[in-house]
């Protein structure tokens, strides 16, 4: 039984790939437990519906409607951080 060079090259590649992959998908999760949004904001409270019920379209209206809105009294210790976060989620402008 010989063993080819491809067949040992190509051992390393698999390996790094599957780090690489496994990596990723840690820094996914570490992001979205920092985005403490998503954490009470699901299904059909989510932000994407939220934006899309108010008919919100850019970050000035969600900045507006989260600190001066109905229910800015549950918002008020969101941090900026956050709210950027949920700006740069939502793709507003």
């Known amino acids: 039984m010989k063993v080819r060079f491809y ?36 299904g059909s409270k989510s932000l994407p519906n ?17 600190r001066k809105g109905p229910k800015s009294g549950l918002h008020v210790t969101v941090p900026e951080e956050d709210l950027e976060k949920a700006i740069q989620y939502l793709n507003l402008k």
Do not use: Q
Not at 51 to 60: C, R, Y
């Open 7 to 42: 067949d040992i090259s190509i051992l390393p590649v698999i390996f790094l790939g599957s780090l690489l992959v496994a990596y990723s998908y840690h820094k996914l999760e570490l992001a979205a437990e920092d985005f403490k949004c998503l954490k009470c904001h699901k």
């Open 50 to 66: 939220i934006v899309k019920e108010k008919n919100i379209k850019t970050a000035e209206e969600l900045r507006f409607y989260i």
